[in-house]
């Protein structure tokens, strides 16, 4: 099937650290013709970049801690574990935000990078996209507090042997997407990894 979207009017509602756009549209149905005119809202703030970061030789996992709003109301704190992350600038590479990012968030070095894969965080709402890569990193001296201050960033570096990941699956202290995809590729995939990197 042909499938058609006609954009009747497309209107700026906020501009800020996202943008909020209202749409009102028609869109082709799957029975044949169009839909009545629709309006939805959507979110942009920019394409982003996730780094999971993993040694193989020591099997561990480097995550960060950090406030996020967007938990806030859940009962369990506002404060979670993720991967380090950032969006991609003008003129940047994806394998440039992922050195710069995890240089800032952790104080790492990358040794090696893979992409993993590219998925759009919530199509019903939002244009953002995130590009999720593996960085093979030394976890010997990983800790401590980052982030870049003037970006309002506190960002604790935490350490997981391979094992400890299920425990937070199973405590809730993973309770957005990203990690968990890349939890779940790096379950598909760590025997191929150490069979790479470990010399």
């Not at 991967?83 to 990012?101: C, F, K, M, N, P």
């Not at 990358?110 to 976890?139: G, K």
């Amino acid at each position: 099937m042909n499938y058609k979207i006609d954009i009747e009017n497309c209107e700026k509602r906020y501009q800020g650290f996202f943008t909020l756009e209202k749409y009102t549209l028609q869109h082709s149905l799957f029975e044949g013709g169009m839909s009545d005119s629709i309006e939805r809202e959507m979110f942009h703030h920019g394409n982003a970049v996730a780094v999971l970061l993993y040694d193989p030789k020591e099997d561990s996992v480097v995550l960060v801690e950090q406030f996020r709003i967007g938990v806030i109301e859940y009962g369990k704190g506002a404060w979670v574990y993720e991967l380090v992350a950032g969006y991609q600038e003008e003129g940047e590479s994806i394998e440039d935000v992922v050195r710069r990012e995890v240089y800032e968030e952790s104080g790492l070095t990358v040794m090696h990078i893979e992409p993993v894969m590219n998925y759009h965080v919530n199509p019903a709402n939002t244009s953002d996209r995130i590009q999720l890569v593996y960085a093979h990193i030394d976890s010997g001296n990983a800790g401590g507090v980052h982030g870049l201050r003037d970006e309002g960033e506190n960002i604790k570096v935490h350490v997981f042997k391979y094992d400890e990941i299920n425990t937070l699956f199973t405590d809730g202290r993973l309770p957005s997407a990203t990690p968990i995809i890349a939890m779940l590729w790096l379950q598909l995939n760590r025997d191929r990894l150490q069979s790479v990197h470990i010399r």
